[in-house]
């Protein structure tokens, strides 16, 4: 750690008072306030490429950000025992909390201001831009595809688990199926076709744990993930994340999109694309996937309880995607 905070200092032209652990990252104290720093595998041209769109949405008045922080010859990140190491400035506050109405509002306007500046985003050669414009049907029919191996592993399981999957197994396929065929004959193209054209940047990973509140301002962090790709898949997130605590409330979905459209309008097929989204089983997918193929640092009950919540979903989901078409 001695070592990486001289290189840190060198490079940045700083004075590192203390350095502490912070999630999967450190936070230095310096005498230029504290900064956050985070050793990753990305390529140092991803880097460039992340630190070019935070470039371009402060030029374009969205301030409201983690700010990456150059080194003295203009670069925004250093080279560290074979890994990339940036730095960006630390938004001191807490995570957004989205059982607050008020919070969840402000959330979204901060998704639909980041979205409104990020169009025309352009970076240099000297990074490595991320696309996921057209590759929604591809990854839901990979999806559906790994459902129906993972059936086959729960016919074999004698456990709870196996059990519960193999009785609820075949309604979210079917519901895949659904997705899948809306995908096919929607307008998912025609809105890949503009976004290219327009090259707004997606977030690809808005929650809670990305949106900070300090003080009265609330800030978007993480651009680890960023890529271009349709609005509405950031908009989707943050409502998923949000119906998931109110029982699947249209009520609640209204206001969010409108405040929302407010800033940044959405067109029909938008609406008629976030149904889809809202359709697919996005998280049976996800339990099942992790429960069969990594079981990481969680237990049989804990899994059990996340299957279960997509199950209980399931009545709650179907009353909001009849009444989603009236919105």
């Not at 959330?107 to 980041?114: F, G, K, P, Q």
């Not at 997705?179 to 025609?190: G, K, P, R, T």
């Not at 640092?297 to 399931?314: F, M, N, P, V, W």
Request: net charge neutral; charged share 30%.
């Amino acid at each position: 750690m001695h070592e990486l905070e001289s290189q840190l200092q060198e490079n940045y032209d700083i004075k590192i008072n203390s350095i502490t652990n912070y999630r999967d990252m450190f936070i230095a104290s310096t005498n230029n306030g504290k900064r956050l720093i985070k050793l990753t595998a990305l390529k140092p041209e991803r880097v460039y490429f992340i630190a070019e769109v935070k470039e371009y949405l402060l030029n374009n008045g969205f301030e409201n950000i983690d700010k990456s922080i150059y080194t003295n010859t203009g670069v925004p990140f250093i080279t560290y025992n074979n890994q990339t190491i940036y730095m960006s400035n630390f938004i001191d506050g807490r995570e957004c909390n989205l059982d607050n109405r008020e919070e969840t509002i402000r959330s979204a306007r901060l998704l639909a201001n980041m979205h409104k500046a990020s169009k025309g985003c352009i970076c240099s050669e000297n990074s490595i831009s991320r696309s996921e414009l057209g590759k929604l049907p591809a990854c839901y029919r990979k999806r559906l595809d790994e459902i129906k191996k993972l059936k086959k592993n729960a016919q074999k399981g004698k456990l709870k688990f196996d059990n519960l999957m193999c009785q609820y197994v075949d309604y979210f396929y079917e519901q895949g199926e659904k997705a899948i065929n809306m995908l096919d004959n929607s307008e998912y193209f025609e809105l890949v076709g503009d976004a290219e054209k327009i090259k707004n940047i997606s977030h690809h990973d808005f929650n809670h744990h990305n949106i900070f509140v300090q003080d009265k301002e609330m800030y978007l962090i993480n651009f680890e993930y960023c890529c271009y790709d349709l609005k509405v898949y950031d908009l989707v997130n943050l409502l998923r994340r949000k119906m998931r605590k109110c029982e699947w409330n249209i009520f609640e979905a209204f206001n969010i999109i409108n405040e929302y459209c407010k800033i940044e309008p959405l067109c029909e097929g938008e609406f008629e694309l976030m149904k889809i989204m809202f359709t697919f089983p996005q998280k049976f997918w996800r339990v099942v996937n992790k429960y069969y193929n990594s079981k990481k640092g969680c237990t049989e009950k804990s899994y059990i309880c996340r299957l279960q919540e997509a199950i209980d979903e399931i009545q709650y989901l179907s009353i909001f995607l009849d009444k989603f078409k009236s919105i």
